[in-house]
């Protein structure tokens, strides 16, 4: 079962167990969140401590995600190929071809990156080991509060979160 807590990022102190299994931790795993408020966005990035097992596991990206991750960036191209060309064929009016060029271009880029972020950021962690999932999915940042500089962090590790709130 999974527990979410409020913390203040500036004092965001994690105790040095491991975060999946609290075995003594040695290095640190980044969870990053970008959100986006009217015209502003905060990247959110969190370092939560990892035993060099569960580290490696959280780092390590299988054949199959990988091949996801290049047939995302391969779909992204051809999409925006394909959006930019129909929007230039079947442009109406009087445009000059470079005004034609530079929208078409800009439509293209824009579905490009579309398509490559979501294949990339929803279907290519399908592809994950189990393992790399635990620990990846170890503690999710679920929402922010930029002016209080508060964020919402879930852990899946009850006890971790326990041990944290004690300030061992």
Same mark, same amino acid.
């Given at each position: ?30 969870v990053e ?46 999409? !925006?190929? *394909?959006?930019?060309? %129909?929007?230039? @064929?079947? #442009?109406?009016?009087?445009? &000059?071809?470079?005004?034609?060029? $530079?929208?078409? !271009?800009? *439509?293209?880029?824009? %579905?490009?990156? @579309?398509? #490559?972020?979501?294949?990339? &950021?929803?279907?290519a962690p399908? $592809? ?13 940042i679920t ?26």
């Open positions: 079962m999974s527990k979410s807590i409020d913390v203040q990022l500036s004092q965001l102190n994690f105790p040095l167990t491991c975060v999946v299994c609290m075995s003594p931790a040695s290095q640190h795993f980044g969140q970008i959100y986006t408020y009217g015209r502003k966005s905060y990247t959110v990035k969190v370092h939560v401590p990892m035993c060099e097992a569960h580290h490696a596991a959280a780092s390590f990206k299988r054949t199959a995600e990988k091949l996801v991750g290049s047939l995302a960036v391969i779909g992204g191209i051809i999409a !925006g190929l *394909v959006a930019m060309f %129909i929007l230039i @064929l079947r #442009w109406i009016g009087d445009g &000059s071809l470079i005004l034609k060029l $530079f929208v078409g !271009g800009i *439509v293209g880029f824009g %579905i490009f990156v @579309l398509v #490559w972020w979501i294949i990339d &950021s929803f279907v399908r $592809f994950a080991a189990r393992e790399s999932k635990e620990a990846r999915n170890a503690v999710k929402q922010i509060w930029p002016r209080e500089q508060f964020a919402r962090l879930k852990f899946e590790n009850e006890q971790w979160v326990e041990m944290m709130q004690k300030g061992t």
